[in-house]
């Protein structure tokens, strides 16, 4: 199941990626980043670096703290931090594992629970 989700994230950035007409901001209903990026765009960033600070700890599990740190590497705060925390709980990247725990999808790393 979780690689059928993985499978379904990837196309759905593909298909926005390749302008085949899918808005990935317009049909969420979120408006682009006045400061150049948007929404879709630095939810593939902080997807991509995720996946890279998950490999490194060997673990998809990351603390909101560590969420937070990731958003910032990419410049998003504040609301838009917890825009996109809500856009990837909604689309199934994260998972909440409990009280500010989530687990990154999509990684082929046991989560040691």
């Keep these: 199941a979780r690689e059928v989700v993985a499978l379904m994230q990837e ?4 298909a926005g ?3 085949l007409g899918v808005d990935l901001d317009a049909g969420l209903g979120l408006g ?5 990026g948007s929404m879709s765009s630095r939810l593939k960033q902080l997807v991509k670096r995720l996946h890279a600070r998950a490999a490194r700890k060997t673990s998809p599990l990351f603390s909101a703290t560590e969420l937070r740190e990731s958003a910032e590497a990419i410049g998003v705060r504040g609301l838009e931090f ?3 925390l809500e856009l990837m709980r909604h689309e199934c990247y994260l998972l909440r594992k409990g ?8 990684t082929n790393l046991s989560q040691g629970t």
């Design 17 to 19: 990626e390749e302008g």
């Design 11 to 14: 196309s759905m950035l593909q």
């Design 99 to 106: 009280s500010g725990l989530f687990s990154l999808q999509g």
């Design 82 to 84: 917890e825009n996109l």
């Design 32 to 36: 682009g980043d006045p400061r150049g």
